[in-house]
């Protein structure tokens, strides 16, 4: 490969590239903007786990506590469950199946009315606490002193009370606001807009002086306590072929929460085994009321029997008369018999038409046949389960609007019954009486005492018989009370689990580590998304495809020349690259001109055009450098140049003679500087005198290179004006002030070929950027001669070895 054909090949991969790989480059880009601010991804690590241990060290744990409890059937003796069989399909049909039922008792189980209880009975008002260096802790069954409730308001919001413990044995209680007590042991107190209270040692903790500014407690509401536990707490059926109800809580204190599961269970079975109960009392209630009535009217008849006898000196009835009058008595006992079921049938109507009152009807005690018996049985069960509904749902509820029209439907059934029955027992009455009455007309023999007697006798006969009656049934009701168990019982006591269930340490420490690097990340990718100046290689690659042919280091030296003969610094290499990679231009004429502009001022353009020419005339060729730009010339001031006369003079024709303006650089004899001049009204004007065309021919003809520093592109048009005399123009870009925006220009001047040849030159870009434009400092002075293609498959310092191998082999 000749030099003609290396130059071919770089204009056409290199200098026109096409901006191949230009996502990845963004991509690295921000991973090497993370990777450069390892520190500070360290940091955010390290302050994330910090964070997250003390987290877990100050955060209270949660412990999960579980418990089982088993719905049965009821199928216990007693009043309460003699159902039929008719009886039990009626309420199949009805819907309330076992399932339902165990829903509705695991939706009493978080009633408030039963969580309520709960607190009332453990005191969970109040919270007794041990307190640390940073947070206090509540602690259960350690705490040396006791508060007992006597009386809370229902508004109390929390408050926390310390508590010291005196030498005289007295209490210090008191909190930041206006409290400040001292209460004896076994005393009340009583705290505004609290309560009233009681204190008491625990004789199973010892106090010490070491004791004081250690221990507080608590105050809440019971609402409150009672939603926060509402909250804690899960009831659950999760098997729906199984009659099991699934109860858990969360809670920070494992035996404090068993304690709690375990009263809730408990007083859940103390309330349905009270609900069962109903039934038995309502009955004995009802019975013991009748027998009342009965022994009364029964006292009553025996007194009359005996007055009667005693006034009439009866003692036996003669024996004539005795077959009549046995027979006339049977009919007397079978009517009598009738008058006590019709009596009773009233009774029981009356008690059942009562529809306001919703008592149960006891059974048994109308003697009918066993359908009758099913439908009280029925009607005394969907009575209980209302009771109990009512309790967990509100009145319109599907269930119990259910309920309670079965109960309305089945009281008119027994209504209906009872009057049926009444009938029934009335037809066969009139009967008996026709047949009585026959009796009697036969007996008219018998002495009327005789007949009185015989009617007393009769009517204490009903009574007996109706008090005996009773009497069995509430022998019967009691017994069966007694043998009422709660249809639950209790098959997994609550037990805590043994590590907390939150918070979790390992997902803790990993959710710290993944923030302490997503936060640093994010952070840098905000930056470079937000930033709207040029930070990296990939934002000027991303806009446009123009060469970048070098980049220029920040000069930390107050001089503006920052190279010389002898100079070996990183800086000065960076401008002998420069100069390197502008060999490869094809430049077979003499006077080769480089313009240099910018987008806007302050982008480093003199600086780079002083010392970009005082390297180029270190390599022995005669440099002349233009102060074109006439509206804010820099290189007479940074050169220190008597700017009296210059371009601008010559330009208008008072300088007749270029040479009369070319001042010779003290740097070194090849380096010659032309001023601006004063500074003209019109610069653009001037740039379109033929003085410029007549200057650029004569400087072509008296010196190699023709450095043009031109104003701001993007401000003004000037530097397009001179794009017919100049070979090569140079963008300078500089890092951290261009905007990324202003990319578009350079582009622009590529696409629209304004200038004959376009490059980039890259300003101030910090040593420790750790990305580089391309240019890595891997070589001695810590810079490198990449020309932006892929170092990792040679790059161009590859290929100008290679080049200079085969000129060699050549010779």
């Not at 270029?658 to 003290?666: D, F, K, M, P």
């Amino acid at each position: 490969m000749d030099q003609s054909q290396v130059k071919e090949y770089l204009n056409k991969e290199y200098f026109t590239s096409e901006g191949k790989g230009k996502d990845d480059e963004a991509i690295k880009v921000v991973i090497a903007k993370i990777t450069q601010k390892w520190k500070f991804l360290a940091f955010c690590v390290i302050v994330s786990l910090f964070l997250s241990f003390l987290y877990l060290r100050y955060t209270t744990p949660v412990y999960g506590i579980d418990a089982q409890v088993l719905i049965e059937d009821d199928k216990n003796g007693g009043l309460s469950s003699s159902s039929s069989l008719a009886g039990g399909i009626l309420g199949d049909l009805a819907g309330l199946s076992s399932g339902l039922n165990v829903n509705n008792e695991s939706k009493v189980l978080t009633t408030r009315l039963l969580l309520r209880s709960v607190v009332k009975d453990l005191e969970l008002n109040i919270s007794y606490l041990k307190k640390g260096t940073f947070n206090s802790v509540e602690i259960y069954k350690e705490n040396p002193y006791d508060i007992k409730i006597i009386a809370i308001e229902d508004t109390v919001k929390k408050n926390k009370f310390n508590v010291d413990f005196l030498k005289t044995g007295e209490f210090h209680i008191y909190d930041d606001d206006t409290t400040d007590l001292k209460v004896k042991d076994l005393d009340s107190f009583k705290i505004d807009k609290i309560g009233t209270f009681r204190i008491s040692r625990n004789p199973g903790q010892l106090i010490t002086e070491e004791d004081n500014n250690k221990f507080a407690f608590s105050i809440k509401s019971t609402d409150q306590t009672v939603s926060q536990l509402f909250q804690q707490l899960t009831v659950t059926v999760s098997d729906k072929n199984a009659s099991i109800i699934d109860l858990y809580l969360n809670y920070p204190l494992p035996a404090k929460g068993e304690d709690i599961l375990d009263k809730l269970i408990n007083n859940y079975l103390y309330y349905s085994l009270q609900s069962k109960n109903q039934i038995a009392d309502s009955t004995l209630n009802f019975i013991s009321g009748r027998l009342d009535i009965v022994g009364n009217e029964l006292n009553d008849i025996e007194n009359n029997i005996k007055n009667f006898k005693q006034s009439n000196e009866i003692a036996d009835i003669d024996a004539q008369s005795k077959a009549l009058i046995d027979n006339y008595s049977v009919y007397y006992n079978d009517i009598a018999k009738i008058d006590a079921q019709i009596s009773m049938l009233d009774e029981v109507r009356k008690y059942v038409q009562d529809s306001k009152s919703n008592h149960v009807v006891p059974a048994g005690i109308v003697q009918a046949d066993p359908i009758f018996e099913g439908i009280i049985a029925k009607y005394n069960d969907l009575l209980l389960q209302y009771e109990r509904a009512s309790i967990s749902q509100t009145n319109d509820n599907p269930f119990v609007i259910s309920t309670r029209a079965q109960i309305e439907r089945l009281r008119k059934d027994i209504i209906t019954n009872l009057n049926n029955s009444k009938s029934a027992l009335q037809v066969n009455k009139r009967d008996l009486d026709n047949r009585y009455k026959f009796l009697g007309s036969q007996i008219k023999a018998v002495p009327s005492k005789e007949k009185i007697f015989r009617d007393l006798e009769r009517q204490q006969k009903i009574k007996e018989e109706l008090y005996v009656f009773l009497l069995q049934k509430r022998e019967e009701t009691a017994i069966s009370k007694t043998s009422n168990i709660a249809n639950a019982r209790v098959i997994d006591p609550a037990k805590s689990e043994v590590a907390p269930t939150s918070p979790k340490r390992i997902i803790v420490m990993l959710a710290g580590l993944i923030l302490g690097l997503f936060f640093p990340i994010v952070v840098v990718y905000a930056q470079e998304i937000l930033d709207n100046k040029i930070r990296s290689k990939a934002d000027i690659t991303n806009k446009t495809d123009v060469t970048i042919l070098g980049e220029v280091s920040h000069n930390q030296n107050p001089s503006v020349i920052v190279i010389d003969k002898m100079d070996r610094s990183a800086l000065g290499e960076q401008f002998r690259s420069i100069r390197t990679n502008l060999q490869f231009y094809d430049r077979e004429i003499n006077g080769y001109t480089i313009l240099l502009t910018s987008s806007m001022s302050g982008e480093g353009k003199s600086f780079i055009s002083i010392n970009l020419a005082n390297v180029l005339s270190l390599s022995k060729k005669r440099v002349v450098l233009l102060e074109l730009d006439l509206r804010k010339p820099k290189i007479s001031t940074y050169m220190n140049l008597d700017n009296s006369k210059g371009l601008s003079n010559y330009f208008i024709g008072s300088v007749k003679d270029i040479n009369e303006i070319i001042v010779r650089s003290e740097l070194n004899n090849n380096f010659f500087i032309i001023p601006s001049g004063p500074i003209p009204p019109n610069p653009a004007e001037l740039l379109l005198s033929e003085h410029v065309k007549t200057m650029f021919t004569q400087l072509k003809k008296q010196f190699d290179y023709i450095i043009i520093d031109a104003p701001p592109v993007g401000l003004v048009t000037d530097a397009q004006m001179l794009s017919d005399y100049t070979d090569l123009a140079l963008y300078i870009v500089r890092d951290g002030y261009t905007l990324k925006n202003q990319i578009n220009i350079v582009q622009e001047l590529r696409q629209k070929q304004k200038f004959n040849k376009v490059a980039i030159v890259i300003n101030d870009v910090p040593e420790k950027s750790g990305y580089g434009y391309g240019y890595g400092y891997g070589y001695g002075y810590g810079y490198g001669y990449g020309y932006g293609m892929d170092q990792s498959k040679g790059g161009f310092s590859w290929l100008r070895g290679q080049f200079k191998s085969k000129i060699k082999r050549k010779k």
